[in-house]
Nanobody, 123 residues
């Protein structure tokens, strides 16, 4: 089992920044690729970003590329999502997720999920 706890969400004006954190406990964190997903009201959960087990490779949805940065610190069992130039359409509940070995864009393939943190961007 891997337990994931997100933090760092909140209310921010358009153009602002937030940094989300996801602290992991349980099984060996460095065995898991990590992803961030988000879900807005009335919409499907969508892929935002992912990072490989070593942190050497990162992947982004086109909608956030150039604005968001995913990173991980295996010594601290934590993955981060730095979000800059936020837009109202980024408003959603953001979830971190863990997947054994290899990252994926598909949410259903992730093994463990956090409870989510709300991000609200006002115009």
């Amino acid at each position: 089992q891997v337990q994931l706890v997100e933090s760092g969400g909140g209310l921010v004006q358009a153009g602002g920044s937030l940094r989300l954190s996801c602290a992991a406990s349980g099984r060996t964190f460095s065995n898991y690729a990590m992803g961030w997903f988000r879900q807005a009201p009335g919409k499907e959960r969508e892929f935002v970003a992912a990072v490989t087990v070593s942190g050497g490779n990162t992947y982004y949805a086109d909608s956030v590329k150039g604005r968001f940065t995913i990173s991980r610190d295996n010594a601290k069992n934590t993955v981060y999502l730095q979000m800059n130039s936020l837009k109202p359409e980024d408003t959603a509940v953001y979830y971190c997720a863990a997947k054994r070995r290899y990252m994926d864009y598909e949410a259903t393939l992730y093994d463990y999920w956090g409870q989510g943190t709300q991000v609200t961007v006002s115009s």
